[in-house]
């Protein structure tokens, strides 16, 4: 066995593997051939899974510095693309949870999603291909916007959306900490600017947005949309990071966004960053309701995309009974 099939412990029946492709002997059979096939199969299947586990074998052996992955990647020949989705499926699927029968890129397309289980047993029950998943999570995602609002007018909204990002779900749609797809399946900049929350506010209010980093410009589009107009923004430094494209991310920003005229209520100024350690997937802190009830003492308060309802608050979302918490 020559020093690449040694390194990687990988061997084909009737062929030597050299680092350049695979040479056949002179004796290789159509049965070897086969198997040779069907060992390349498993490791396709395999090499997201494979690359993901690698890198949090590294990371919680202290063996891989956070914010190092591409340098690491660099350094062992790695596609840094593949490895940025691989390490989030790998965190957000354990491997007692992923199936056998189905390819790695359809755990990929439910990284992050709490119907993820629910998704990956359709795959297999319909067969269904990566194409066809997509379509599902499109229209699952249509299903939850149509839930109906509430009835009346609100001063104080505050909405966390499940964003959906160009290049994927959620950070290359599996990366990403917040929004994709976590409770709720993401959704499109188009669908969520036609959600009729424009309808719930009172001619003068104000509307706490949620945002990541990559989407700043997108987050603004969607006040503009709802007929909110940019104030400014507080940053939640959540000390943990997540993998990202350019930075270890450990922030996300609350957008403040005004419709006619809505100042705060009181003087009191809180710290522009909140230091906060993240908790559980894409839960904001209690801190931020706090903050929000500081600053604006009357209501109506809404939250939209509610997982819980909050005391004197209404809630519309699609975890809500009936629609609304």
């Known amino acids: 066995m020559n020093e690449i099939a040694k390194r990687s412990q990988l061997s084909f029946p009737g062929c030597l593997l050299t680092a350049t492709g695979l040479i056949p002997d002179e004796t290789l059979t159509r049965e070897q051939w086969e198997e040779t096939g069907r060992r390349i199969g498993e490791i396709n299947r395999a090499v997201g899974w494979v690359t993901g586990d690698w890198l949090l074998i590294g990371e919680n052996g202290g063996y891989l510095e956070r914010g190092k992955l591409e340098e690491a990647c660099e350094r062992f020949g790695v596609a840094y693309s593949t490895a940025k989705d691989a390490v989030v499926t790998c965190r957000a699927i354990e491997q007692r949870l992923r199936r056998p029968t189905l390819p790695y890129t359809h755990h990929r397309q439910v990284a992050n999603r709490d119907d993820a289980d629910e998704l990956l047993d359709w795959c297999e029950e319909t067969g269904a291909s990566v194409q066809d998943l997509r379509a599902e999570k499109r229209r699952r995602s249509k299903e939850a916007s149509r839930i109906a609002p509430p009835e009346g007018k609100y001063r ?18 599996t990366s990403q900490d917040t929004v994709l797809g976590s409770h709720y399946p993401s959704m499109s900049l188009e669908d969520i600017c036609a959600l009729p929350i424009r309808d719930l506010a009172h001619d003068n209010a104000v509307l706490f947005l949620w945002a990541t980093a990559p989407l700043n410009k997108e987050a603004v589009s969607v006040c503009e949309a709802l007929g909110f107009e940019y104030k400014t923004a507080c940053i939640w430094d959540k000390v943990k990071h997540n993998v990202g494209h350019y930075f270890s991310v450990r922030h996300e920003m609350l957008f403040v966004c005004t419709r006619g005229s809505c100042t705060p209520d009181s003087n009191t100024l809180f710290n522009s960053v909140q230091r906060i350690e993240r908790g559980e997937h894409s839960v904001k802190p209690e801190k931020f309701y706090e903050i929000i009830e500081t600053m604006y003492t009357q209501g109506p308060y809404i939250e939209l995309f509610a997982r819980n309802k909050r005391k004197g608050w209404e809630a519309w979302g699609n975890e809500a009974e009936n629609g609304v918490a």
Not at 157 to 173: F, I, K, V
């Open 156 to 173: 104080v909204l505050y909405a966390d959306p499940p964003w959906q990002y160009n290049s994927g779900d959620q950070h290359t749609r």
